[in-house]
Protein backbone atom coordinates (compact mmCIF):
# COMPACT_ATOMS: atom_id res chain seq x y z
CA UNK A 1 0.00 0.00 0.00
CA UNK A 2 1.11 3.43 -0.09
CA UNK A 3 3.37 4.79 2.73
CA UNK A 4 2.91 8.30 4.67
CA UNK A 5 6.14 9.27 6.24
CA UNK A 6 6.25 12.06 8.63
CA UNK A 7 9.28 13.73 10.31
CA UNK A 8 10.55 14.36 12.92
CA UNK A 9 9.10 11.19 14.94
CA UNK A 10 9.69 12.88 18.17
CA UNK A 11 10.43 16.53 18.88
CA UNK A 12 11.60 18.45 21.89
CA UNK A 13 11.02 22.60 21.65
CA UNK A 14 11.40 25.15 24.39
CA UNK A 15 8.07 26.95 24.92
CA UNK A 16 8.24 29.96 22.61
CA UNK A 17 9.61 28.40 19.68
CA UNK A 18 8.58 27.56 16.78
CA UNK A 19 8.47 24.01 15.14
CA UNK A 20 7.76 22.61 11.70
CA UNK A 21 6.82 18.78 10.63
CA UNK A 22 6.94 17.11 7.55
CA UNK A 23 4.33 14.99 5.98
CA UNK A 24 5.40 13.27 2.83
CA UNK A 25 3.62 10.69 0.46
CA UNK A 26 6.02 8.59 -0.69
CA UNK A 27 4.63 6.84 -3.82
CA UNK A 28 1.90 8.72 -4.49
CA UNK A 29 0.84 12.01 -5.44
CA UNK A 30 -1.81 13.42 -2.87
CA UNK A 31 -4.22 16.54 -3.52
CA UNK A 32 -5.06 16.47 -0.23
CA UNK A 33 -3.82 15.82 3.32
CA UNK A 34 -5.07 15.80 6.62
CA UNK A 35 -3.41 16.80 10.05
CA UNK A 36 -4.83 15.41 13.34
CA UNK A 37 -4.08 15.88 16.76
CA UNK A 38 -4.34 13.11 19.47
CA UNK A 39 -3.95 13.31 23.37
CA UNK A 40 -3.29 10.47 25.33
CA UNK A 41 -5.06 7.25 25.07
CA UNK A 42 -7.84 9.84 23.33
CA UNK A 43 -9.69 9.91 19.40
CA UNK A 44 -7.69 11.58 16.51
CA UNK A 45 -9.29 15.09 16.55
CA UNK A 46 -8.90 16.67 12.80
CA UNK A 47 -7.06 20.09 12.61
CA UNK A 48 -7.15 20.77 9.19
CA UNK A 49 -7.67 19.42 5.80
CA UNK A 50 -4.86 20.99 3.47
CA UNK A 51 -5.18 20.95 -0.73
CA UNK A 52 -2.25 21.51 -2.46
CA UNK A 53 -1.69 24.85 -3.69
CA UNK A 54 -4.80 26.14 -2.08
CA UNK A 55 -4.95 27.70 1.76
CA UNK A 56 -5.99 24.93 4.48
CA UNK A 57 -8.93 24.65 5.82
CA UNK A 58 -9.61 24.46 9.64
CA UNK A 59 -11.67 22.73 11.79
CA UNK A 60 -13.62 25.41 14.38
CA UNK A 61 -11.31 25.96 17.24
CA UNK A 62 -7.62 25.28 15.43
CA UNK A 63 -6.16 28.64 15.62
CA UNK A 64 -4.65 28.87 11.63
CA UNK A 65 -1.97 31.67 12.89
CA UNK A 66 -0.50 28.99 14.85
CA UNK A 67 -0.93 25.90 13.72
CA UNK A 68 0.45 27.09 9.97
CA UNK A 69 -0.10 24.35 7.27
CA UNK A 70 1.51 24.81 3.65
CA UNK A 71 0.64 21.92 1.09
CA UNK A 72 3.71 23.27 -1.21
CA UNK A 73 3.64 19.89 -3.37
CA UNK A 74 1.79 17.18 -4.37
CA UNK A 75 4.04 15.04 -2.05
CA UNK A 76 4.44 17.36 0.93
CA UNK A 77 2.53 18.90 3.37
CA UNK A 78 4.22 20.93 6.65
CA UNK A 79 2.97 22.14 9.76
CA UNK A 80 4.28 24.75 11.88
CA UNK A 81 3.48 25.23 15.07
CA UNK A 82 4.26 28.76 16.00
CA UNK A 83 5.28 29.97 19.82
CA UNK A 84 4.68 27.03 20.66
CA UNK A 85 3.19 26.38 24.61
CA UNK A 86 3.53 23.31 26.64
CA UNK A 87 -0.55 22.82 25.93
CA UNK A 88 0.73 22.18 22.46
CA UNK A 89 2.47 19.25 23.63
CA UNK A 90 0.58 16.38 21.67
CA UNK A 91 0.95 13.15 19.00
CA UNK A 92 0.33 14.95 15.87
CA UNK A 93 -0.47 12.63 12.53
CA UNK A 94 -1.12 13.32 9.04
CA UNK A 95 -2.68 11.39 6.94
CA UNK A 96 -3.01 11.78 2.89
CA UNK A 97 -5.29 10.93 0.35
CA UNK A 98 -4.18 8.49 -2.60
CA UNK A 99 -7.06 7.94 -5.18
CA UNK A 100 -8.19 4.32 -6.17
CA UNK A 101 -10.49 4.38 -8.91
CA UNK A 102 -13.42 6.93 -10.31
CA UNK A 103 -13.96 8.79 -7.27
CA UNK A 104 -13.40 5.99 -4.89
CA UNK A 105 -10.11 7.06 -2.33
CA UNK A 106 -7.74 5.35 0.56
CA UNK A 107 -6.78 7.66 3.42
CA UNK A 108 -3.28 6.86 4.61
CA UNK A 109 -1.49 7.50 7.63
CA UNK A 110 1.85 8.56 8.81
CA UNK A 111 3.45 7.48 11.69
CA UNK A 112 2.93 10.41 13.83
CA UNK A 113 5.18 12.92 15.30
CA UNK A 114 5.58 13.46 19.42
CA UNK A 115 5.79 17.24 20.24
CA UNK A 116 6.84 18.03 23.92
CA UNK A 117 7.11 21.89 24.72
CA UNK A 118 9.19 22.33 27.72
CA UNK B 1 -24.41 14.69 10.70
CA UNK B 2 -21.90 11.53 10.79
CA UNK B 3 -20.69 10.11 14.07
CA UNK B 4 -19.43 6.66 15.55
CA UNK B 5 -19.73 5.08 18.92
CA UNK B 6 -17.42 3.30 20.98
CA UNK B 7 -19.25 2.11 23.64
CA UNK B 8 -16.53 0.11 25.53
CA UNK B 9 -13.65 1.36 26.63
CA UNK B 10 -11.40 -1.39 27.55
CA UNK B 11 -11.88 -4.86 26.45
CA UNK B 12 -9.83 -7.45 28.34
CA UNK B 13 -9.60 -10.81 27.12
CA UNK B 14 -7.54 -14.26 27.78
CA UNK B 15 -5.13 -15.11 24.73
CA UNK B 16 -6.68 -17.88 22.46
CA UNK B 17 -10.68 -16.51 23.47
CA UNK B 18 -12.35 -14.65 21.08
CA UNK B 19 -11.82 -11.22 21.02
CA UNK B 20 -15.06 -8.56 20.17
CA UNK B 21 -14.56 -4.64 19.88
CA UNK B 22 -17.82 -3.35 19.43
CA UNK B 23 -19.17 -0.01 17.31
CA UNK B 24 -22.17 2.06 16.66
CA UNK B 25 -22.77 4.42 13.63
CA UNK B 26 -25.03 6.83 12.43
CA UNK B 27 -25.07 8.33 9.17
CA UNK B 28 -27.54 9.61 6.80
CA UNK B 29 -27.39 7.72 3.34
CA UNK B 30 -24.76 4.80 2.91
CA UNK B 31 -21.85 4.45 5.57
CA UNK B 32 -18.40 3.76 4.77
CA UNK B 33 -16.85 2.16 7.73
CA UNK B 34 -13.19 1.70 8.50
CA UNK B 35 -11.22 0.15 11.50
CA UNK B 36 -7.93 1.06 12.48
CA UNK B 37 -5.32 0.15 14.70
CA UNK B 38 -2.56 2.02 16.77
CA UNK B 39 -0.09 0.62 18.58
CA UNK B 40 2.01 2.96 21.07
CA UNK B 41 3.81 6.22 20.03
CA UNK B 42 2.43 5.23 16.31
CA UNK B 43 0.60 5.78 13.73
CA UNK B 44 -2.94 4.33 12.73
CA UNK B 45 -2.98 1.00 10.83
CA UNK B 46 -5.62 0.03 8.44
CA UNK B 47 -7.21 -3.10 9.32
CA UNK B 48 -10.70 -3.44 6.89
CA UNK B 49 -13.61 -1.43 5.55
CA UNK B 50 -17.54 -1.81 4.60
CA UNK B 51 -18.48 0.00 1.97
CA UNK B 52 -20.81 -2.15 -0.36
CA UNK B 53 -21.50 -5.57 -0.82
CA UNK B 54 -21.04 -8.64 1.88
CA UNK B 55 -22.24 -7.71 5.55
CA UNK B 56 -19.18 -9.92 6.75
CA UNK B 57 -16.05 -8.17 6.01
CA UNK B 58 -12.70 -9.70 6.16
CA UNK B 59 -9.27 -7.51 6.85
CA UNK B 60 -5.95 -7.97 8.20
CA UNK B 61 -4.43 -9.96 10.73
CA UNK B 62 -7.13 -12.28 11.13
CA UNK B 63 -9.81 -9.57 12.35
CA UNK B 64 -13.50 -9.57 10.54
CA UNK B 65 -16.49 -7.35 10.62
CA UNK B 66 -19.92 -7.52 10.34
CA UNK B 67 -22.00 -4.75 9.03
CA UNK B 68 -25.50 -4.79 10.62
CA UNK B 69 -27.46 -2.14 8.91
CA UNK B 70 -30.77 -2.69 11.40
CA UNK B 71 -28.44 -2.54 14.43
CA UNK B 72 -26.20 -0.05 12.66
CA UNK B 73 -23.61 -1.15 13.98
CA UNK B 74 -20.24 -2.47 12.70
CA UNK B 75 -18.61 -5.16 15.55
CA UNK B 76 -15.02 -5.90 14.98
CA UNK B 77 -13.98 -9.31 15.79
CA UNK B 78 -11.51 -11.86 16.13
CA UNK B 79 -11.93 -15.83 16.50
CA UNK B 80 -8.94 -16.10 18.49
CA UNK B 81 -7.00 -13.57 20.25
CA UNK B 82 -3.25 -12.85 20.79
CA UNK B 83 -1.18 -11.27 23.14
CA UNK B 84 0.55 -8.73 20.31
CA UNK B 85 -3.23 -7.71 19.27
CA UNK B 86 -3.15 -5.34 22.45
CA UNK B 87 -3.56 -1.88 21.13
CA UNK B 88 -5.49 0.72 20.22
CA UNK B 89 -8.42 0.05 18.17
CA UNK B 90 -11.00 2.81 16.23
CA UNK B 91 -14.03 2.37 14.57
CA UNK B 92 -13.98 5.39 12.12
CA UNK B 93 -16.96 6.61 9.51
CA UNK B 94 -16.47 8.65 5.88
CA UNK B 95 -19.20 10.47 4.63
CA UNK B 96 -17.18 13.71 3.35
CA UNK B 97 -14.49 13.27 5.80
CA UNK B 98 -13.31 10.40 8.48
CA UNK B 99 -14.59 10.90 11.73
CA UNK B 100 -13.56 8.74 14.76
CA UNK B 101 -14.80 6.70 17.43
CA UNK B 102 -13.28 7.12 21.25
CA UNK B 103 -11.38 4.46 20.60
CA UNK B 104 -11.13 0.78 22.69
CA UNK B 105 -8.03 -0.40 24.17
CA UNK B 106 -8.02 -3.96 24.03
CA UNK B 107 -6.12 -6.38 26.73
CA UNK B 108 -4.64 -9.52 25.38
CA UNK B 109 -3.64 -11.51 28.76
CA UNK B 110 -1.50 -14.45 27.85
Known amino acids: GAVVSQHPSRVICKSGTSVKIECRSLDFQATTMFWYRQFPKQSLMLMAT?????????EQGVEKDKFLINHASLTLSTLTVTSAHPEDSSFYICSAIAPTSGSSYEQYFGPGTRLTVT | AQSVAQPEDQVNVAEGNPLTVKCTYS??????LFWYVQYPNRGLQFLLK??????LVKGSYGFEAEFNKSQTSFHLKKPSALVSDSALYFC????????FGAGTTVTVRA
Open chain 1, 50 to 58: SNEGSKATY
Open chain 2, 92 to 99: AVRYYKLS
Open chain 2, 27 to 32: VSGNPY
Open chain 2, 50 to 55: YITGDN
